[in-house]
């Protein structure tokens, strides 16, 4: 069993950064893939990015591109999903999850999901 725990969220003006981090338990982190999801009030839940096992592969969505990066410290158990550049319309609740199975953007194979951290940006 896997337990997650996000912190870094706040809020910022637009073209600020945050770096969120989420804290996992357990001695299997390494052996799964990674994602951040975020929900805005009155929308569904969006990918956000992903990285595999080991650091090889990340992933992001369109609307991060360029602004966001994931990477994770297997020796600390944690994964870190860095915003710049950020704008109104990333003001949501952000998820880490884990999957060990495998990646996707819906969300549907991830087993471990943190409570959430609010990132709010304001003009």
């Known amino acids: 069993q896997v337990q997650l725990i996000e912190s870094g969220g706040g809020s910022v003006l637009a073209g600020g950064s945050l770096r969120l981090s989420c804290a996992a338990s357990g001695r299997t982190f390494s052996s799964i893939g990674m994602g951040w999801f975020r929900q805005a009030p009155g929308k569904e839940r969006e990918f956000v990015a992903a990285i595999t096992r080991g650091g090889t592969n990340t992933y992001y969505a369109d609307s991060v591109k360029g602004r966001f990066a994931i990477d994770r410290d297997d020796a600390k158990n944690t994964v870190y999903l860095q915003m710049n550049n950020l704008k109104l319309e990333d003001t949501a609740v952000y998820s880490c999850?884990?999957?060990?199975?495998?990646?996707?953007?819906?969300?549907?194979?991830?087993?471990?999901w943190g409570p959430g951290t609010q990132v709010t940006v304001s003009s």
């Open positions: 999850a884990g999957s060990r199975l495998g990646l996707d953007t819906t969300g549907r194979l991830y087993d471990y």
